[in-house]
């Protein structure tokens, strides 16, 4: 593993009765606050209220930016940080999932540019050292980027879907209180929890790099949570201690930890946000259709043991089995817990997607270098059989 440097600055309140800490920490950072959400979920639940009396509290001064998409667009980041720049914004509140709080650090980064859009800073055509504070309340356990230095926005006019990282893009406070998730669907739980997932398999798990083994063991751990926790959470949705393990397993699926070492290409994301960009489907959904069809697809004897090993500390498969047996077996575990545990539809033709797009998306997946490197090595061709697979 490569020498590396850990720190998350990210202060975390942590359960029901955490909230009233809001008016304290955003008056830290000054006097006039952009609260930025989604739809209509936090008003139908009285966060929006709770959040609005504790901003008076702290005498903010209150402008608001609703209607964030659930995969942001860059002219709605655009759009807040020019409110940003024209009414002197101080501060920036996310509350709501990982699309509110991605499209918070981007706008939050773009209020401190000289220019108006966010995609200069996102395709690196400009460098912004410095952001406004983050502040965050989490509704939605899945994105992990309520303690993480990195978003995803979508340019919807050239179905682009790139990140954005920063070391300064952390959240400075973020509230976590599992109540908050109560109310989310089912679709939208099995689609996070997936989610949560991906990002251990995909940035650290499956790695051809050499590991530290007490953070693989680590990473086994939180998956493990997923698996026992989703199906707890579908079954009772306000399942307190569900929710709270599914919450906790989402910050430290992203937060820096469990990858400390590891470099690679997020392989998996990157073919799944072709899928979202051209078709706004839910990311979590899409990674649930793409990961098993990409393990499958790369599946060798070099390959084998790692996939085994999944197969073995999560998901229970027979440690007799042979590497190639134990890989195979894995795969069809995590498959038949993605779609007949938690629900999700495992065929990118059942979510209305044919195609005719797949040839120029493993190129944009693939971007500039022409390749996806990880766990293995995947060329444009790779990709288009991989999302043919998923057809």
Known sequence: MKDFIFSNTTKVYFGKAQ????????????????LVYGGGSIKRIGLYDKIIAELNKAEMEIF????????????????GAALCKKEGIDVVLAVGG????DATKAIAATAK????DCWDIITGKAFVPDNLPIVAVLTLSATGSEMDIGGVISNVEQNEKQPMFGPTLRSNVSFLDPTNTFSVNAYQTASGSVDIMAHVFDVAYFSAQEEMDMLTRMQEEVLKTV???????????????????LMWASSWA???????????????????????AFYNITHGHGLAIVIPKWLSYILDEKAAPKIKRLGVNVFGVDPAFSDMDGAKA???????FFFDTLGLKSRLSDLGIDDKNFAIMAKKACGAKGKLEGFTTLTPADVEKIFELCS
């Not at 990982?98 to 709080?101: A, E, L, P, R």
């Not at 540019?113 to 108006?116: C, F, K, L, S």
């Open 64 to 79: 608001e930016l609703p209607g964030v998409e659930p995969n942001p667009h860059h002219t709605t980041v655009n759009k």
């Open 330 to 336: 894995a795969i069809e575990a995590m498959e038949k």
């Open 254 to 276: 992203l937060n820096g930890f469990l990858f400390s070492g590891i470099e690679q290409d997020a392989i998996a994301h990157m073919i799944e946000h072709e899928l979202s």
């Open 227 to 245: 698996v026992k926790f989703a199906p707890a959470a579908l079954e009772k949705p306000d399942d307190y201690d569900a929710r709270a393990n």
């Open 98 to 101: 990982g699309s509110t709080i």
């Open 19 to 34: 909230l009233h800490h809001l008016s304290e920490e955003i008056a830290q950072f000054g006097k006039k606050v952009l």
């Open 113 to 116: 540019y000289e220019g108006d």
